[in-house]
């Protein structure tokens, strides 16, 4: 509780900085005098300030809401999520999230945290999930969903713990290697793939700097910030958001969230990131 | 017993996915497919279409894009074949419009529709080109002196427009979008890439 309260204060003062700084932002020169490169190395400083002071980050306000989401009776059966399994038994969050992906007996297929939490909020609360897919990632500017909420604070408690996603199994291999199969698959009016961006070190979009995700070491560097406040959406970005973030650039359609091909893709991810600590929320562009 | 071990042969001579024997190796395109289609429910036909990817690139699928030098001529071939000239003959155009369709990346992203602006090739994302313009990608070779640099010649101002109308003709399963082929840029505004990149006065030249 004091640690929540400190939080809070902390998250509080946050935003004040933020609010501060924007208005300094607007007494500053016309855009133009800065070139993108200085602009670039100024949201770098900002990220790098937001990581300094580990109460800094927005993100933690939206972890906050998870719990208490969490912890709220809720849906058609006015129960909470506090049985909710998420692999390690009902209720058990400490360190869930660092086994997640894996294949879940009761559901019959692997899942990833938010496609869990799904999961348990139709079966624990009733709630009716259909609608919520329908619209499950925030537009910029607007906070993240409940579900992306739950699964902030869900990742929360695994932070400092190594990725050791349960994918040894029949199912998990499987689900890897379908993954890695979507990973490198080419299509849409731009030829584009995961791999187009993401198979090679060093390369960049414009200035932004692209992972090479079929390298442990730089997976385990990327995958690791996820759920992560998102510098220039200011919002939470979820991996179930970063999917289907990457197919609209892709100029594909609409990813469905917790469809099999979105797990499929996660879980590919997190087997390269597996040993990699864990960092979430972090901080990103 | 032995109908089975020569059906079993039979099976693998005619190519069936090694999947249908050995659990590990991967799943097979119709089982992708499949997972594909029910990611992206309720499409129509058009949205559907980009679903499924075509000749060229399931060859470059199946082969990691390094395909076999048998294929690797089917490829280039296709593409030629789809390549439209302008009926004048003329293949450049205005440079200064070349730069704007170079910065933009609008056009055919699921928010992009109804249109609100022309698409564009979005060059910068990938290339470097004009020394001003220092945000640039490197998924792509510098293009930086483009056309200084192969003497502003007939020849290479007709590789450079085929090249943007359909990589594949130079470089099959290049990474690079088909923007002609797949109906990304119009004609003129492929002129004007290809201005940026061949006029000696382009800033890509100087």
Avoid at chain 1, 98 to 119: C, H, K, N, S
Avoid at chain 1, 213 to 238: C, D, F, G, K, N
Avoid at chain 2, 64 to 71: G, K, L, T
Avoid at chain 2, 127 to 152: A, F
Wanted: net charge negative; with cysteine.
């Amino acid at each position: 509780m004091q640690k929540l309260m400190t939080r809070k204060i902390s998250t509080v003062a946050l935003a004040g900085a933020l609010a501060a700084g924007l208005a300094l932002a607007a007494a500053a020169p016309p855009a133009g005098a800065q070139t993108d490169e200085e602009t670039q190395r100024g949201l770098e400083r900002f990220r790098q300030m937001l990581r300094e002071d580990p109460w800094a980050n927005p993100a933690l306000l939206d972890a906050d809401r998870g719990e208490l989401l969490w912890t709220t009776a809720a849906g058609p059966k006015n129960a909470t999520l506090e049985d909710c399994d998420l692999g390690l038994g009902p209720g058990v969050v400490d360190g869930a999230f660092a086994q997640l992906p894996r294949y879940f007996e009761d559901a019959g297929r692997v899942m990833d945290v938010e496609t869990r939490i799904l999961w348990c909020m139709q079966e624990l609360q009733g709630v009716d999930v259909a609608a919520y897919v329908k619209r499950p990632h925030p537009s910029g500017g607007q906070p993240v969903k409940d579900v992306g909420a739950i699964a902030t604070w869900v990742a929360n408690r695994s932070e400092g713990e190594p990725f050791a996603p349960v994918l040894d199994d029949a199912a998990g291999r499987a689900t890897v290697a379908m993954g890695e199969a979507l990973f490198n698959r080419r299509s849409g009016p731009f030829d584009f793939s995961c791999a187009t961006c993401h198979s090679a070190s060093g390369q960049r979009i414009r200035l932004q700097e692209l992972p090479h995700l079929s390298q442990p070491e730089e997976a385990q560097v990327a995958i690791a910030e996820w759920p992560a406040y998102r510098v220039s959406s200011t919002h939470v970005m979820t991996m179930q958001h970063r999917m289907y973030d990457c197919y609209w650039q892709m100029r594909m359609p609409q990813l469905e969230m917790g469809s099999e091909a979105s797990v499929a893709l996660i879980a590919y991810l997190v087997d390269k990131a597996a040993g990699g600590e864990i960092a979430a929320p972090g901080i990103k562009r | 017993m032995r109908t089975i071990a020569f059906a079993v042969a039979l099976a693998l001579a005619a190519g069936l996915p090694a999947a249908a024997f050995a659990q590990d190796e991967g799943p097979s395109t119709a089982e992708v497919d499949a997972v594909i289609e029910a990611a992206f429910p309720g499409l129509d036909e058009e949205w559907a279409a980009r679903l499924a990817p075509d000749e060229t690139m399931e060859q470059c699928n199946a082969s990691a894009n390094v395909p076999s030098d048998a294929v690797f001529e089917e490829i280039r071939a296709r593409a030629a074949g789809t390549i439209v000239y302008p009926d004048d003959g003329v293949l450049v155009g205005s440079w200064e419009n070349g730069e704007k369709l170079a910065q933009s990346g609008y056009g055919m992203r699921f928010s992009d529709y109804p249109p609100r602006r022309e698409n564009g090739g979005n060059c910068y994302a990938c290339h470097q080109l004009t020394p001003q313009e220092v945000s640039y990608g490197t998924l792509g070779p510098s293009l930086m002196g483009y056309g200084k640099l192969r003497d502003y010649s007939e020849e290479a101002v007709k590789a450079a427009y085929e090249k943007v109308y359909n990589p594949h003709m130079a470089f099959p399963c290049s990474m690079m979008p088909r923007f002609g082929t797949n109906g990304v840029l119009t004609i003129d505004q492929i002129k004007d890439i290809v201005a940026l990149l061949m006029d000696p006065a382009s800033p890509v030249n100087r």
